[in-house]
């Protein structure tokens, strides 16, 4: 009995000595280290309550301030993680870490002017020049300046050779910059009846990574229920450039095109474009082109030539929500002229590694001067008064590295026109017809798919298919594009 009594005191000691040295290891774990573990295991709600209650004691702690900003950050909560950082910053104004992780997340979040002021002093300092060229480089990436990022990325490699992160993207804009050649072939078929057969070929390079010349030759076939086909060839040099200190695109092009059907003479093309991209992913574009009217039978038979000039506003954002607003007129050579106006706005509701999908709306309307509607429309399309409401719908699927699966579509839930008809009773011998005009509705819609794939690191296969709906014809039409780029052996 007292050896029981013994072994039981005995035993009851045992486990109050253990339970006091679990207790003394609770109270030595780092708090630091814990929350970094939390972090780094996804919990980063608890991670940034143990962070916090650190701060509270110890205010100047600055690897606890940078862990929370980096924790908050983890969590979507930019605006804390920056009130975090710049605390952190004003408190610990020679850590280069804090500098470092501040900018890497005002490059990850666009914040191009913040990501600078940080990032100069870091590149000036030989111990940080590495990993602050990269950042700045991959900031220059994103806004488009390639011949500024490739000089930041060579900085970053000059000083630390194993800056995979700036080796991967200087191969990226070595790529992207390559001389490249495509060649391309489609197809339409509508109810007017309108069938074109087409080719493309076109080749360019880039005389620096932000300057490019293309050439490019496009032969089209058209049948249009006659015994006879006529064939279209147009061509056209291209020059594009981006200025990145004044966020201005420019884009001329000058070309011909030979008409079967004209009188033999080439009649001349042109485009033009200059797009500002403004801060906050929104761009303002004019753009005006002189080109050949192919959609009608009439201006097939009969060569017309056209003048566009076109006024948008874009958004694009890195989360998805994409729109555009814009104003177009299309004068022709009789003086007669079309003028349309649209706005839609897509909005992401689906946004993961393999998948994107958005939803949307659109409105637009169009209307011409005069018609040109004689019981066919002669020679081009003349809308009147036409308002249209649609719902948009998009999704992209990555399948894999290489390759991308996008499909998107519109249907039309309000839409009216004033449609134009022969009167034909009580018509004289010899006379024309009148036109009356009577308003109704129609549903328009349109669908369209697109399969991109790289084949390797230089060649690249695109095919689309389009079907679409209109206010007097349906039309499906088809594509398919192979290009190839001439890159350095070790990036094939």
Same mark, same amino acid.
């Given at each position: ?21 679990? @207790? ?21 709600? @608890? ?39 710049? =605390? ?15 900018? @890497?997340? *005002?490059?990850?979040?666009? #914040? &191009? ?22 950042? &700045? ?30 080796? =991967? ?10 001389? $490249? ?129 076109? *006024? ?8 998805? $929500? ?8 299309? @004068? ?39 018609? =040109? ?29 290489? #390759?991308?699966?996008?499909? =998107? ?31 109704? #509705? ?34 499906? #039409? ?15």
């Amino acid at each position: 009995m007292t050896i029981r009594i013994f072994a039981i005191f005995g035993l009851a000691a045992l486990l109050a000595v253990s339970a006091a040295g679990a @207790q003394d290891t609770d109270t030595t774990v780092d708090p630091l280290a814990r929350a970094e573990q939390l972090r780094n295991s996804g919990d980063f709600a @608890q991670a940034a309550g143990i962070l916090r209650q650190l701060l509270a004691s110890e205010p100047d702690n600055g690897d606890a301030a940078r862990l929370l900003a980096q924790t908050l950050y983890w969590l979507g909560d930019v605006p804390g993680a920056t009130a975090v950082y710049e =605390r952190a910053i004003a408190t610990h104004p020679h850590d280069t870490s804090v500098r470092l992780d501040y900018a @890497q997340m *005002l490059v990850e979040t666009r #914040s &191009a002017a913040r990501a600078a002021e940080l990032l100069e002093p870091l590149i000036a300092n030989p111990d940080t020049r590495g990993r602050a060229a990269t950042l &700045a480089g991959t900031m220059l990436y994103w806004q488009g300046d390639l011949a500024g990022a490739a000089a930041r990325f060579r900085m970053a490699l000059a000083a630390d050779p194993g800056a995979a992160e700036a080796r =991967r993207q200087l191969d990226e804009i070595r790529v992207l910059s390559a001389p $490249w050649i495509a060649i391309g072939a489609g197809g339409l078929n509508d109810d007017q009846p309108l069938d074109r057969i087409e080719g493309e070929v076109e080749a360019g390079f880039f005389i620096n990574p932000l300057l490019s010349v293309a050439a490019r030759a496009r032969p089209r076939r058209f049948d249009v229920g006659a015994p006879e086909n006529y064939d279209v060839v147009s061509g056209e040099i291209e020059l594009s450039h981006y200025a990145a200190a004044a966020r201005l695109e420019t884009l001329v092009a000058a070309g011909g095109v030979n008409h079967s059907a004209g009188d033999g003479s080439r009649m001349w093309t042109g485009r033009a474009q200059l797009r500002f991209r403004l801060p906050n992913h929104f761009s303002v574009t004019a753009r005006g082109e002189r080109a050949p009217y192919l959609w009608t039978v009439a201006s097939i038979e009969k060569p017309v030539m056209s003048e566009t000039g076109t *006024l948008a506003a874009a958004l694009s954002r890195p989360d998805g $929500w994409l729109g555009e607003a814009a104003f177009r007129v299309e @004068q022709f050579p009789d003086q007669n002229r079309v003028t349309s106006a649209y706005v839609w706005l897509l909005a992401p509701v689906l946004r993961t590694p393999q998948a994107r999908a958005s939803l949307g709306y659109s409105a637009a309307s169009q209307d011409s001067r005069e018609t =040109r509607f004689n019981g066919r429309y002669d020679p081009y399309y003349t809308p009147e008064s036409i308002v249209s409401h649609s719902a948009l719908a998009s999704i992209a699927l990555l399948p894999s590295p290489r #390759s991308t699966i996008t499909a =998107r579509g519109a249907w039309g839930f309000y839409a009216r026109e004033t449609a134009p008809r022969l009167v034909l009773s009580n018509v004289l011998p010899g006379t024309v017809p009148a036109i009356a005009f009577e308003r109704r #509705s129609f549903t328009p819609w349109d669908a369209h798919m697109t399969i991109n794939g790289a084949v390797s690191n230089a060649v690249t296969l695109s095919a689309s298919v389009d079907r679409m709906q209109t206010a007097f014809y349906s039309a499906t #039409s088809g594509s398919v594009r192979l290009s190839y780029r001439f890159l350095p052996a070790r990036h094939r």
